[in-house]
């Protein structure tokens, strides 16, 4: 199985590091405990001159142990590779081998509606020319 590789990077105009310098996050799920360093140089080797590298151990994904209907305390699952939290809200590009859309969305947010709301949520997108707040 080859997981994709999550690739985001900010720079002095987000104000987080001086001008001429960027910061990029190297992500994904690593298929092995093992030499999971080894699954993203797929991702560094695309971002070419490295001056400083930090890599951290796994972060494991965690799922709650309980519906939260009990005690009304609704906990969504880890969140994923995906620096934008993409898979959580629905919002990544689709390629021909991707996920539909909808799917994406009851990863988690539908999952949490479901166990708070005891229904399944409906999302519709704007149609055409409807609009979200009134124009003055």
């Known amino acids: 199985m080859i997981l994709d590789i999550y690739i985001a990077i900010v720079s ?3 104000n987080v590091c001086p001008k001429g310098y960027y910061i990029a996050i190297v992500s994904t799920i690593a298929e092995s405990s093992s ?3 080894l ?3 797929p991702g560094l080797d695309r971002l070419g001159k490295i001056e400083e590298k930090f890599m951290g151990s ?3 994904l965690y799922e709650p142990l309980e519906s939260g209907r009990n005690d009304n305390i609704f906990i969504s699952k880890s969140y994923d590779a995906t620096s934008h939290f993409e898979t959580t809200t629905g919002t990544i590009p689709q390629s021909r081998n991707s996920t539909p859309f909808s799917d994406l ?3 988690d947010v539908r999952d949490i509606y479901r166990r708070a709301e005891q229904e399944e ?4 997108g704007l149609r055409e020319g409807q609009q979200l707040v009134e124009q003055e």
Do not use: G, R, Y
């Not at 949520?121 to 519709?124: A, Q, S």
């Open 12 to 14: 002095s105009a987000h």
């Open 35 to 37: 030499n999971h360093h």
């Open 39 to 41: 699954e993203l140089q």
């Open 58 to 60: 796994p972060i494991p």
């Open 105 to 107: 969305l009851a990863d």
């Open 121 to 124: 949520l409906i999302v519709e």
